[in-house]
């Protein structure tokens, strides 16, 4: 009861400090959707993702095919927010520096000078991640999870906030250095965009037949607010039940038949913030349950691993996840379910 206590009272000062309460959030967080889908059409579900995990200060890993619309995505977010967006290609030949960046000798002043690398943004794109090497992965994925740059004995923090959105192509495997499972784990999410609808597709056609509609998106926000929103999604209070409903459900993950190893505890951690990011978005300041399950699939979906003797059988991970969330019963105390009327 005490971790409460302590969250309501984070909440208390973070209004007080940022003047930021969850009607604000939900109308922030709803402007940056409706301004992004401008761009974006017909995936709503995967811009509000998206948004979640740089409210909860995570990073996407995306696996599609090529077109789909991610590096757009990351841009929109970006230019929605006011915030930089880099973009980065990887390939074999890429070293660790080309992306965090290297010091290079002034000749001027006879000494070495750091010059940051793309990493040095809010929104970085790394497309095709899995065709860098494993050492310019880990470099990468290390300024994921420190947020900030060591070179030459020196550390640099990089900006706030800060998203990777990484892309690997399911298709044209040769010459691609696949993510180790531990390196997988470092990802908040792992979602796929997947190909729009008809009608969709027939809007974005016409929309980009002059000149790309991504050209005439303005910020609806800036970065400033949405580190206030950062801090806000933090506060949002997670009952025990609903707190020990997550820990059920990673743990059940690991004892299904069909799972090599199961989700781990940054699983756990990652439920947690993006359940509360979620819930915020909604303009509620508790967590229920149902913002538990939305978010499973994509925190859970790359961190459990099928043993060879399930994938023969033609297990998949949608019917494991099915498995856990129909064995673990949601709380129905006033917290879980029930809470909805406190917060009317």
């Given amino acids: 009861m005490a971790s409460t206590r302590e969250a309501r009272r984070a909440r208390t000062t973070t209004r007080s400090s940022g003047g930021l309460d969850a009607r604000t959030y939900k109308r922030n967080f709803d ?3 409706d301004n992004v889908e401008t761009v974006i059409k017909g995936k709503t579900d995967v811009i509000r993702l998206a948004l979640v995990a740089m409210l ?5 890993l995306f696996e599609d095919l090529p077109g789909t619309g991610k590096s757009m995505l990351a841009r929109a977010l970006a230019e929605s927010m006011n915030a930089i967006a880099n973009r980065v290609q990887c390939t074999p030949d890429m070293l660790p520096g080309d992306i965090t960046g290297s010091s290079i000798l002034d000749q001027k002043k006879g000494e070495f000078e750091f010059r940051p690398g793309p990493v040095f943004c809010n929104v970085l794109l790394s497309d095709e991640i899995n065709r860098a090497t494993p050492k310019t992965q880990s470099a990468l994925l290390e300024a994921m999870g420190e947020r900030r740059v060591t070179g030459d004995g020196v550390t640099y ?3 706030r906030p800060f998203l990777v959105l990484a892309t690997q192509n399911p298709i044209e495997q040769a010459g691609t250095f696949p993510l180790p499972e531990a390196q997988l784990d ?12 008809r009608d969709a597709e027939f809007e974005v056609m016409f929309d980009n037949s002059i000149k790309m509609s991504i050209e005439d998106i303005q910020p609806v926000i800036d ?4 580190q206030q929103m950062i801090r806000y999604a933090a506060t949002v209070e997670v009952s025990p039940e609903v707190g020990m409903y997550i820990v059920d459900l990673v743990h059940a993950t690991r004892q299904d038949p069909a799972a090599a190893a199961g989700g781990s505890p940054r699983a756990s951690i ?5 359940s509360r990011a979620l819930a915020a978005s909604d303009g509620r300041e508790h967590v229920y349950p149902d913002d538990v399950r939305a978010v499973l699939r994509p925190v859970l979906g790359h961190r459990v691993i099928l043993n060879p003797d399930s994938i023969l059988r033609g297990d998949t991970m949608e019917a494991v996840l099915e498995r856990v969330t129909s064995a673990v019963k949601p709380p129905l105390s006033a917290r879980g379910r029930g809470a ?3 917060d009317a």
Avoid: N, Q
């Fill in 31 to 33: 402007m940056v959707v």
């Fill in 56 to 60: 909860c200060e995570g990073h996407i």
């Fill in 157 to 159: 923090d990089l900006p």
């Fill in 186 to 197: 470092r990802f908040l999410f792992k979602l796929t965009m997947g190909y729009m609808s």
């Fill in 223 to 226: 970065t400033d607010v949405v």
């Fill in 270 to 274: 990652a439920l947690l913030r993006a």
């Fill in 340 to 342: 909805e009327a406190a």
